[in-house]
């Protein structure tokens, strides 16, 4: 395929995308924003607008260079690092043996049921086996603290445990209970996280190292376009973090967010996180995404097999973690139906929709996004992915998914596939 062949965005829809991302900008419904298109041989659509600083326009507007916070966006990636070890033969997806030999503290966990009357864990052993499948599909039982303080953060105050994202922490930060038997349940949680130590203790070399070596690099994607080690150039080019919450009463503010990246230091960084750890440009995201729209043929960043294992349901059985994986989505904001009613799944890197979205999305696309509003779908079938991103941390994301609906919308009411 050539760039020729691939679709293309009408210039009506180019001059809507440009419209939705002014007004958008400019009634600041979110702070400075990106919009980016891509087919597999480069970009359909790219633009950004907004103030670097929220609320100091004297610190400049926003660039294709400037780097953003790209936290689960990381996911994807680790998952893909994971699948390449899977071809190489050097590990299953479905061998428990897997995970007890290359991660005996994980392997050793058990599942909290409650607690006693005097605020002790109640610790039982696990009974089904644990493997990559469902450290992929967050079926593990591992979770988030900040997901289930009832237990987690209760757990980590009990043990005066620190947060996997604090300075310095190492397999230490990601030791914790499992919330139930693997694969019975849906929780999203540090599960990518171990497969990126699995991937590290594997191959002898840091995300990072390994990343650049055998995914971005490969996609002429640059150490200074994506990293989990922000350089003072990264920082320089940094948009800073904002926030709106019930506290802030509908307004932004600028808020250091999860971490603060522009006081990091690569001393600080510790264990490199698999699940959340990447700082970087959202066009380079984008072209990563192009990178994965070519492996349907030969010759990508992953076979046309592993492709497969990404665009399909490879969650384990049973309709409990599907209803898990719903109520997760409509409890983080997300009101589309086919992914609020049962209908979505998980394969082993990305959230699948196997009907599409009532959003464009068609069926057999994926996406995923990163905490801070960066969002991202890849659609097979139509031959595009998409991002549609900010930096901005708050509860109820009601204006941005609003503004995410309708990026999907105008891409595909103006989307003109090749007749070539």
Not at 375 to 400: L, R, S, W
């Amino acid at each position: 395929m050539t760039k020729e062949q691939q679709a293309q965005l009408s210039q009506q829809g180019v001059e809507a995308l440009d419209k939705l991302l002014k007004e958008t900008v400019e009634n600041r419904v979110l702070p400075a924003t990106y919009f980016g298109v891509t087919g597999p041989e480069g970009e359909l659509y790219y633009s950004c607008a907004g103030e670097k600083v929220f609320g100091k326009p004297e610190a400049g507007q926003v660039d294709p260079e400037t780097t953003v916070q790209l936290f689960s966006m990381t996911k994807f990636v680790t998952s893909l690092a994971a699948l390449q070890l899977v071809e190489q033969g050097k590990i299953a997806v479905d061998d428990p043996s897997v995970i007890e030999k290359h991660l005996p503290e994980l392997w050793a966990q058990s599942i909290i049921t409650g607690w006693t009357d005097d605020g002790e864990p109640q610790l039982v052993p696990r009974k089904n086996p644990l493997t990559l499948r469902h450290l992929l599909t967050h079926t593990s039982g591992l979770g988030y603290a900040f997901l289930r303080p009832d237990v987690l953060e209760r757990y980590e105050k009990k043990e005066g445990l620190k947060g996997f994202l604090e300075a310095n922490i190492g397999v230490e930060g990601y030791v914790r209970p499992l919330l139930f038997e693997p694969g019975t349940h849906y929780a999203y949680g540090t599960g990518v996280d171990w497969a990126g130590i699995l991937v590290m203790r594997l191959t002898g070399q840091t995300l990072d190292e390994y990343f650049h070596e055998h995914i971005f690099g490969p996609l002429g994607i640059g150490k200074e376009e994506i990293t989990f080690l922000p350089t003072e150039q990264v920082k320089e080019r940094l948009q800073s973090m904002a926030a709106r919450t019930s506290a802030t009463k509908g307004h932004i503010i600028l808020h250091p967010g999860w971490r603060n990246v522009a006081k990091m230091t690569p001393e600080m960084i510790g264990l490199q996180s698999g699940g959340a750890g990447m700082v970087g440009t959202l066009r380079a995201y984008l072209k990563f995404l192009a990178g994965i729209l070519k492996c349907q043929q030969p010759g990508g960043i992953i076979s046309p097999q592993t492709f497969e294992l990404v665009f399909s349901d490879q969650m384990p059985e049973g309709k409990q973690p599907r209803k898990d994986l719903a109520d997760f989505l409509e409890f983080m904001g997300v009101t589309d139906k086919q992914q609020t009613e049962g209908k979505v799944t998980h394969s082993l890197g990305l959230c699948y929709l196997a009907n599409g979205s009532d959003d464009g999305p068609l069926p057999g696309s994926a996406r995923w996004s990163g905490v801070a509003k960066t969002h991202y779908f890849v659609d097979p079938k139509a031959g595009i992915a998409a991002i549609c991103g900010t930096n901005i941390m708050e509860e109820v994301p009601t204006q941005f998914l609003e503004v995410y609906s309708k990026f999907q919308r105008t891409v595909y009411d103006n989307l003109v596939q090749s007749k070539l």
